[in-house]
């Protein structure tokens, strides 16, 4: 279940990550609808190791991941669906970012 109201309603914070070099990988994930889901998300995603970067754009529903090695879905689709939202696949291939 996401952090936010069923109207997407959230008083809480934004968080986002910063760009580095390693390759980035974007995700679709669903259920993301406020500044709170931002931050969760990037919190999250960004303890895993070798996570370098995460950018989470609300607006278009997905999460761009910048990894120092070709990344692992399924610790990455774990994390995200234990803090209650869920990936639904990779948006683009991987690019260097």
Request: aromatic share 2%.
């Amino acid at each position: 279940m996401s952090c936010c109201t069923p109207d997407g309603s959230c008083s809480t914070g934004t968080g986002t990550g910063t760009a580095t070099a390693g390759i980035a990988t974007v995700y679709n994930v669903s259920g993301m609808t406020c500044g709170h889901c931002e931050a969760t998300l990037t919190e999250e995603i960004g303890a895993l190791d070798g996570v370098l970067a995460v950018d989470v754009d609300l607006g278009t529903g997905q999460v761009t991941v910048t990894t120092a090695d070709e990344p692992d879905d399924a610790p990455l689709a774990t994390v995200v669906d234990d803090a209650g939202y869920e990936i639904t696949g990779r948006a683009v291939r991987n690019t260097p970012a």
